[in-house]
């Protein structure tokens, strides 16, 4: 898989996409990440990237010819690698919620491009233009797209192949099947009086398994009824099988 950001801030998703799990994946070419510059696309001597908004009001709003420009020049490079046109995800607090299932549909693109906004947000031309969707990361407002571009990068990246060392490890975590995860515990047994769950010392897989799958139910339905909620509409009880007559 290959991702572009488009940012005024290249270095700095660049930097976040260097460190950790992501950034040692990235080193082995488990799939290929490219930051660009919005800023080298302006036609303008003083390489400004924003201006005024129409109608009046507060802040300024980026331009749409440096972020379409800076769109063709990747989509360019992409479908030059014999890639499919990348599929284009404008970051913006109006887009769509962000969710687990989404990033399992964008993990299956050979071609993702993130497009960051700064300021009062970018002319909305560009996005008509542009975007395949816009998604929001969640219902409060950043000062940039860039952390947002990172949060859905990060969690489409996870799931490539070869990325965690666990390949299941992703489906037993929060969000997979709908449910919240069940608690986690690690040394030493003992924790400020605090004992592990004495189920998970005895070894016995099942019994862990159905422990961690009531946890996992109990949790979401008191933590997230709407969760719950859905969880139970997707998985209704099975019916009780009939008695066969002798
Ligand atoms: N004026 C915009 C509004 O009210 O919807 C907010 C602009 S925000 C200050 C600047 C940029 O940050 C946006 O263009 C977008 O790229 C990014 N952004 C802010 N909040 C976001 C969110 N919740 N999810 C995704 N991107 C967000």
């Not at 859905?152 to 489906?171: H, I």
């Amino acid at each position: 898989m290959r991702i572009d950001i488009a940012t005024l801030f290249p270095q700095l998703c660049d930097s976040v996409m260097s460190e950790s799990i992501i950034g040692r994946a990235r080193k082995k070419e488990l799939f290929e990440l490219h930051c660009h510059q919005i800023r080298d696309y302006t036609l303008n001597k003083q390489k400004q990237v924003d201006d005024y908004p129409y109608g009046g009001g507060c802040g300024m709003v980026m331009n749409a010819q440096p972020i379409y420009d800076c769109c063709q020049e990747i989509i360019r490079q992409v479908t030059e690698q014999g890639l499919e046109r990348p599929h284009i995800v404008f970051m913006t607090a109006a887009g769509q919620p962000y969710s687990e299932e989404k990033a399992r549909q964008l993990a299956q693109k050979s071609a993702l491009l993130l497009v960051c906004g700064h300021y009062e947000g970018m002319d909305e031309r560009v996005i008509e233009e542009l975007a395949d969707e816009e998604i929001s990361i969640g219902d409060y407002v950043l000062t940039g797209g860039e952390l947002a571009a990172l949060v859905v990068a990060d969690s489409v990246l996870r799931l490539q192949p070869g990325v965690l060392s666990d390949p299941e490890g992703y489906q037993e975590e929060s969000h997979w099947d709908g449910l919240l995860e069940y608690p986690q515990y690690t040394r030493p047994e003992v924790w400020r009086d605090k004992a592990v769950p004495p189920v998970l010392l005895t070894g016995h897989h099942a019994n862990i398994q159905a422990w961690r799958s009531e946890q996992a139910k109990e949790r979401t339905r008191l933590r997230r009824p709407d969760l719950w909620e859905k969880y139970q509409k997707d998985h209704p009880p099975e019916p009780e099988k009939k008695r066969r007559r002798k």
